[in-house]
């Protein structure tokens, strides 16, 4: 079974600052790991994935993340933030179980920017 | 391409009602599976379904049923209803087998009352 922790329930930051959200994991067998966005009574949106090769991964909407094997973190990091980033993220891990990946999704970090 | 969409948006429901709940997959997708995220928590998986059949269930009491029909789309069941169901419940379309591209519909908002 595999588990995600995000070490920060809320992060205020201001505007055109730099942002880091933090997201470890455990897992027995090698996972996929994502960051998804979520705004006000939305759905969940991808912002980036590892799957394999380099461990610096380049989503949307400017964000990146940073796999580390060694410390099984996969912290996302924006230079600069916007006002319009002020949404839910939420860290997942997948492995494979029955053919099939499930991912297992964090509790939630609150991006609050103010201006 | 569509996306994957949820009915109804919003629903009330009374303390040991029963309530079903639909989605529609992704074109192109062949696996539905099912979220309940509680106010302030993460999505928690209560199960997949592929080729009609239950493809992998999370911690959740079997009053939590579900359908997958020929065209790939779902219905999630919730009988005996409590307070501790009131929810956004998501629905997440993929490809069986494909670690990634899970796409998830806007949710629907269920309050027990």
């Known amino acids: 079974a595999q588990s995600v922790t995000q070490l920060d329930s809320q992060v205020p930051v201001f505007e055109e600052a730099p942002v880091e959200l933090r997201c470890n994991y455990s897992?027995?067998?090698?996972?996929?790991l994502f960051w998804y966005v979520q705004y006000p009574n939305q759905g969940l949106q991808l912002l980036l994935k590892?799957?394999?090769?380099?461990?610096l991964v380049k989503g949307i909407n400017g964000f990146e993340a940073e796999f580390n094997k060694s410390q099984t973190s996969f912290h996302l990091r924006k230079p600069s933030v916007h006002i319009s980033d002020t949404a839910e993220y939420f860290c997942?891990?997948?492995?494979?179980?029955?053919?099939?990946?499930?991912?297992?999704f964090g509790r939630g970090t609150s991006l609050i920017v103010h201006p | 391409e569509t996306g994957v969409t949820q009915s109804p948006t919003h629903l009330i429901k009374t303390r040991g009602q029963q309530v079903t709940l639909r989605c529609s997959s992704q074109?192109?997708?062949?696996?539905v599976s099912w979220y309940q995220q509680a106010l302030g928590q993460g999505p928690q998986f209560i199960f997949q379904?592929?080729?009609?059949?239950?493809?992998g269930r999370g911690n959740f009491p079997p009053r939590f049923s579900g359908l997958q029909f020929p065209n790939y789309s779902s219905e999630l069941n919730v009988n005996a209803l409590e307070l501790d169901d009131s929810a956004l419940y998501l629905c997440?379309?993929?490809?069986?087998?494909?670690?990634?591209?899970?796409?998830f519909g806007s949710g629907t908002r269920l309050t027990v009352v």
């Open positions: 379904y592929y080729r009609e059949e239950e493809n």
């Open positions: 897992s027995s067998v090698s996972v996929y």
């Open positions: 997942a891990v997948s492995a494979l179980s029955g053919g099939s990946y499930i991912p297992t």
């Open positions: 997440a379309s993929s490809l069986k087998g494909q670690a990634y591209g899970y796409t």
């Open positions: 074109s192109g997708h062949n696996t």
């Open positions: 590892y799957l394999s090769g380099s461990t």
